[in-house]
């Protein structure tokens, strides 16, 4: 089967984690602030900090902004559960705005109009999570003024989309939002195998998310609440998590993103090979504005199902069958049974419900040959019809 998404582990990368094996550090080393100093080189943001998973990051980044009981997120519904469920370990609600048909991204247009119906019913969000799916960046100049209008704070779900552009600044630059989330899962652009992070502008947020990462413990005595009994003193000052990446994810995580512009190149000349030879078949190829260069996290295809023979879910079923290891991103966050009790309406989605039906992910990593490659464009020239 050939997967919709692998990671890409060189010698390099083998030869980092074992030099840190054999030093003094697993954890808690020199290996973490490094890695956070070359997100920062790649992001240009002031703040980075290394976390065990996107979920962890999300969770503090949602503390760090208050986020609580009475206040509501809103995200995209075409997402991985991580992007809401961060709001409901803080107690918050959750909302979901549907999204563009063109982009598959949280529509701008369908924002402004809840937003302005929440105002009416003094129901706005403390928080929006707009999420880069595919690696695409959303229209973040548009919801960054949004914002303004409506006063709530932006976090950037940015899982699928390190190393990509948006108006030429690299995503995680947080130049239209609070804090920027990346993931490094195995099947993501870069990989710690688990391991996330937040990127932030904002001095104070990132202090918050520090202590938040490591118990909510603090060894600065300028925020202790009394003299240090001794050299052994710390103080908890909040509750926190242990979220804390170890040094040898941090060395996988620095050796991997040296190659970052040339992991999210290869998924470019994947992306193009497609888009030239995915014709003459009733499937539309993705497409992204012009201000936005995509990390190509996902490549997904949408059925024309209108003028296919057979439905999405036997198109599906059948490239599996022939080897192709196809995958859905997501179904709407809305359907899962965990959400479905909150009292959504399918009918409020009419974008995401038709990409839930139309959406194939086919395979995209920076390996992918060109012969696979050519057996993946075959297998949907005759699977699609
Ligand atoms: C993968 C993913 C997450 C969660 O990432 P982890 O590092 O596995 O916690 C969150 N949001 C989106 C959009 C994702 O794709």
């Not at 949602?62 to 559960?81: H, M």
């Not at 600044?169 to 939002?177: D, N």
């Not at 080897?323 to 899962?336: A, M, S, T, W």
């Amino acid at each position: 089967m050939i997967p919709y998404g692998a990671q890409d582990i060189t010698q390099d990368d083998v030869d980092a984690v074992l030099e840190v094996l054999g030093s003094d550090f697993l954890t808690q080393g020199p290996k973490v602030p490094l890695f956070e100093q070359a997100l920062k080189d790649k992001t240009h943001a002031s703040y980075a900090l290394a976390v065990n998973s996107a979920t962890s990051a999300l969770h503090i980044a949602c503390l760090a902004l208050g986020l609580s009981k009475g206040d509501w997120l809103w995200t995209s519904p075409i997402t991985f559960v991580a992007s809401s469920n961060c709001a409901l370990y803080c107690g918050a609600t959750v909302d979901f705005v549907d999204i563009d048909p063109a982009t598959n991204n949280m529509s701008v247009e369908a924002l402004e109009e809840k937003l302005l119906q929440a105002k009416l019913s003094d129901r706005l969000p403390k928080i929006v999570v707009p999420v880069h799916l595919c690696g695409a960046s959303c229209d973040m100049k548009a919801i960054h003024e949004l914002s303004k209008e409506y006063g709530f704070r932006i976090i950037e779900d940015a899982s699928h989309a390190i190393g990509g552009l948006y108006k030429n600044q690299p995503v995680g630059s947080c130049k239209f939002s609070d804090i920027t989330v990346f993931s490094f899962h195995p099947v993501k652009i870069i990989t710690t195998a688990e391991g996330g992070a937040a990127t932030t502008n904002d001095e104070s947020l990132a202090r918050k998310m520090e202590l938040l990462r490591s118990h909510g413990i603090t060894r600065d005595r300028s925020l202790m609440s009394k003299k240090p009994d001794g050299g052994w003193y710390y103080e908890q000052i909040a509750l926190g998590f242990n979220y804390r990446l170890t040094d040898l994810q941090a060395a996988l995580g620095i050796s991997q993103l040296r190659r970052l512009e040339y992991m999210v190149e290869r998924r470019h000349l994947v992306s193009e090979y497609y888009s030239e030879h995915l014709t003459g078949i009733p499937v539309t190829t993705p497409q992204v504005s012009g201000d936005v260069y995509s990390a190509l996290h996902l490549y997904v295809i949408r059925l024309d199902v209108k003028r296919t023979l057979k439905s999405h879910g036997v198109i599906f079923q059948e490239l599996r069958d022939r080897g192709v290891g196809v995958n859905l991103h997501y179904i709407p966050v809305y359907r899962q049974p965990f959400y479905k009790k909150m009292g959504f309406k399918h009918e409020n989605f009419p974008n995401a419900e038709a990409y839930y039906r139309e959406a194939i992910s086919i395979p995209m990593f920076p390996t992918l040959t060109k012969s696979d490659q050519s057996k993946v464009i075959g297998t949907l020239k005759s699977v699609v019809v």
